[in-house]
Nanobody, 117 residues
């Protein structure tokens, strides 16, 4: 059972980035997938979540209108499209799978996102 994030990197303020969370060893279809982030010296923050059945999505106020979460069950992958990135979005981003949003039975290893000019 494994979750692997990818897509992080260095981006200028205002730019876009798309993160991927790919699962192996289990099927994501019926799991809620949450994205969390943690910046140095700050607590971990729940960013976005998409539930397994129905696909309803939830966002933290800090990213609402800028980030979009989606899932491709055929690829067993969840995406986080991040637009209009700000320096405050700089953090390590993790995806997690569980029965409910914001829970975390399985974690990925994280991917670094740095927003800087």
């Amino acid at each position: 059972v494994r979750l692997v994030e990818s897509g992080g990197g260095l981006v200028q303020p205002g730019g876009p980035l798309r993160l991927s969370c790919a699962a192996s060893g289990f099927t994501l279809d019926y799991y809620a997938i949450s994205w969390f982030r943690q910046a140095p010296g700050k607590e971990r923050e729940g960013v976005s979540c998409i539930i397994g059945i129905g696909g309803s999505a939830y966002y933290a106020d800090s990213v609402k209108g800028r980030f979009t979460i989606s899932r491709d069950n055929a690829k067993n992958t969840v995406y986080l499209q991040m637009n209009s990135l700000e320096s405050e979005d700089t953090a390590v981003y993790y995806c997690a799978a569980a029965e409910r949003c914001w829970d975390h039975d399985y974690w990925g290893q994280g991917t670094q996102v740095t927003v800087s000019s």
